[in-house]
């Protein structure tokens, strides 16, 4: 089976705290779907929360700050959830049905990671809410992209004013990271990419995890 075969309506998400360099790693990730004879129309490019018309109205709230009202932690958990089924339902599934490439800046993890780590939420109600919403859906690979908070929140900093998430403590990002690497061990189809290192150095351990996981395919 050639290699445009084998990732035919596969599904690879890019997951990692804010500034972790996970739109940089998509490009990357493109490069390598490139060299391996996977054209730009066969490869559909999705973030989270966000992705479809409604669901980036969905990210507008989420990234809102309002004065006289705090979003409840269990309202952010439930309007990520609404907007990953608007996602995979609406583009990612049919994307995947018309054998694409799938590309995906955040999915599932970042919500055991933020509203589960970070919040406090029990994982075991979160992942329940994951199947009621897309039952066995996920993704085919997983590249986490590990970084310090201080050093992943400085490099975003310098990208911009920091919004309601991003201004959270240390520790909310401490607690994220934590779910994050316990995942990546649980889970036989991911990775952890060392991402403090220089842009080369990370782009040369994504493709030489995507050719291994490749082979494996
Ligand atoms: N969220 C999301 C939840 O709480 N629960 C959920 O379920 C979901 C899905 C999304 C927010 O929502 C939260 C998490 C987030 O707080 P967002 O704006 O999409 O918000 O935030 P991020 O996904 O974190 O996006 P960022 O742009 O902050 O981070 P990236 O994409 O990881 O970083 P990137 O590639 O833009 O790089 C940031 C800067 O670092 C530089 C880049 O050039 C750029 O300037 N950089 C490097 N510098 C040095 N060395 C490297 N190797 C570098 N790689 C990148």
Redesign the pocket.
Known sequence: MSAIQKLAGKFIVIE??????????IQYIQDWLALQGVIEQNIELT????GTTLAEKM?EI??MDVADEQLDDKA?LLI?YA??VQLVEHKIKPALAADKVVIG????W??L???GG?RGIDLQLINDIKQVALGDFKADFTLF?DIEPEL?LS??R??GEL?R??RLAIDFFNRSRAVFQQLTEQEKNAVCID?????D??KESIHRQLDIWLASL
Do not use: C, W
């Open positions: 990692g705290l804010e500034g972790a360099g996970k739109s940089t790693a973030r989270e929360p966000g990210r989420v990234k952010e990520m907007a990953r800046d955040r999915h599932n970042s919500s990671a933020y509203q970070g992209l992943g490099r975003a310098g990208r919004d998430i991003e991402a403090s290192q220089g842009f150095q990370v």
